[in-house]
């Protein structure tokens, strides 16, 4: 499936591609900005290949940042393989089960996501400015951590897919007492993880337009080397303000494309 789309729309999806993997690197979520571009750019789109296309694209950020943060801290790495496993069988089913779903049922479940997002960001001031108080981490903890950020995260991120980066940075510093950096990077290596499942299931269903994702994995891939040096050097307590700009947008967006308000 290759739909004709102009010039311009591409460019704008393009642009997107770059800031979703920018904000990706910094604080997760950049699926929170990339997926609504797409249903908005491609709205004759079938759902299957807008979800398949978006992890085309967002792979590639991904592990530009992911590549980023475990030359600074190798445990990084290893911390988020162990989880990655879990979470790449979960983004397996979770992908499996996206094909079924519809366009009708897709926009509000995207908008509950980011409502349930916004809710913690405003909630929670500190989050992204502070380090969560340290803790023993115990086998029952990293076994929590391979349940909730690795299989329930995973097939979360094969089914829909915005925020969760976003609920992995808060889940790892949650159950595992990371650091607001070490979580982020922790997140960035199981998000690799689980959009190599969902993209292996996407591809084998030729639900990936790779017309429309090959020029937005560049981009995508520029904002996330970006984004992840920026993270290292200032924190990413500042892309607070962004975030939430930028989950209002798009909830009046798309609420106004699915209600006509």
């Keep these: 499936m ?12 393009c642009l997107a ?25 491609l709205p004759h789109l079938p759902p299957a290949h807008i979800l398949g296309t978006n992890k085309a ?21 290893r911390s988020g393989l162990r989880i990655g496993l879990a979470a790449l069988v979960g983004s397996l089913a979770g992908a499996f089960f996206a094909s079924g779903i519809n366009s009708a049922v897709l926009r509000p479940l995207i908008m509950a996501v ?9 909630l929670r001031p500190t989050f992204g400015a502070t380090a969560p108080s340290p803790g023993p981490v115990t086998r029952r903890r990293v076994l929590t951590a391979i349940a909730v950020a690795g299989l329930g995260i ?14 992995l940075v808060i889940a790892l510093a949650a159950i595992l007492h990371m650091d607001l950096v070490t979580a982020s990077g922790t997140s ?4 690799v993880c689980t959009n190599v ?5 996407f591809s084998l269903q030729g639900a990936v337009v790779w017309q429309i994702a090959a020029p937005m994995a560049v981009f995508n891939l520029a904002g996330g080397a970006t984004g992840a040096r920026m993270a290292l050097k200032r924190g990413s307590g500042f892309v607070r303000g962004v975030l939430v700009v930028v989950v209002v947008s798009l909830v009046c967006k798309l609420a106004y494309d699915q209600w006509g308000w």
């Design 197 to 201: 499942g969902a993209l292996v299931t």
């Design 2 to 13: 290759s739909p004709d789309i102009s010039l311009t729309t591409l460019l704008l999806l």
């Design 154 to 167: 995973g097939f979360y991120d094969g089914l829909i897919g915005p925020g969760t980066g976003t609920f």
């Design 17 to 41: 591609a770059a800031a979703a993997g920018w904000i990706d690197a910094v604080v997760g979520g950049g699926g929170l900005l990339q997926l609504p571009a797409l249903l908005v750019g």
């Design 114 to 122: 980011l409502l349930a997002v916004l809710a913690f960001v405003l």
């Design 57 to 77: 694209v967002a792979i590639c950020g991904t592990t530009a940042a992911a590549v980023a943060y475990t030359r600074r801290d190798p445990m990084t790495l």
């Design 188 to 191: 960035k290596v199981i998000n």
